[in-house]
């Protein structure tokens, strides 16, 4: 069962536009969402978080927007760069307890072209 | 800054015989994390340590088994290896529970298991 979904395994976008990845939870328990980009041959590479007492959190070209009764999060990019061309994972973790496992979706390959 | 390590970063090995992966954490992080990672899959959680104790486990199968020793470097040991077992997998480290609700994990390269 799929607790993190990215219905979306690719995305193609003009450079200077901007890019919209999305990713879909099941488990209500989840409160901390993070969103790493993977290029081939390497590990995921963090780039932002949230945690569920937001609604939004932005880092330069990258916002992410967290929607709980949906229990939808979106990673917009902008402006979109070639560079930005990658795997991108959403994950979730559930705070409570002891451990802080992540939950990962199975990726969107994004694409931006120049 | 310094980056999760780990070694081999690829290794190949014979259905039956046994692997053991290498993860040396980012300097003062705590806690490590080992992903499995099939073709066209997402990272499945394995196993975590915090201050060289068990804190989590996943779908790991028996034939496995992990530590994390006292400079807090972790070592995944695969015996009895299976084709299935081809994937890549990935150490993750973090400050664990000092912050109380955990930190970001930071990932390494991965190594990439091949058996035949």
């Known amino acids: 069962d799929q607790q993190v979904k990215q219905n979306s395994p690719s995305l193609s976008v003009q450079e200077g536009r901007i890019s919209i990845l999305n990713c879909d939870y099941t488990?209500?328990?989840?409160?901390?969402f993070l969103w790493y980009k993977k290029y081939p041959a390497e590990g995921p590479t963090f780039l932002i978080s949230i945690s569920s007492i937001k609604d939004k959190n932005e880092d330069g070209r990258f916002t992410v927007f967290l929607n709980k009764s949906a229990k939808h999060l979106s990673l917009h990019i902008v402006p979109s760069q070639p560079g930005d061309s990658a795997v991108y994972f959403c994950a979730a973790r559930n705070s409570g307890g002891s451990n802080y496992k992540l939950t990962f979706g199975k990726g969107t390959l994004l694409t931006v072209n120049p | 800054a310094a980056g999760v390590i780990q070694s081999p970063r690829h290794l190949i090995k014979e259905k039956r015989e046994t692997a053991t992966l290498k993860c040396y954490p980012i300097?003062?992080?705590?806690?490590v994390y080992w992903y499995q990672q099939g073709p066209g899959q997402d990272p499945q959680f394995l196993i975590s340590?915090?201050?060289?104790?068990?804190?989590d486990k996943g779908s790991i199968p028996d034939r496995f088994s992990a530590q994390q020793f006292s400079d807090y470097h972790s070592e995944l040991n695969m015996s009895s290896l299976e084709l299935g077992d081809s994937a890549l997998y990935f150490c993750?480290?973090?400050?664990?529970?000092?912050?109380?609700?955990?930190?970001?994990?930071?990932f390494g390269p991965g190594t990439r298991l091949t058996v035949l």
């Open positions: 340590f915090y201050e060289k104790m068990q804190s």
């Open positions: 488990n209500s328990m989840f409160d901390y």
């Open positions: 300097p003062r992080h705590d806690t």
């Open positions: 993750a480290s973090s400050q664990g529970l000092a912050g109380g609700r955990g930190d970001t994990q930071y």
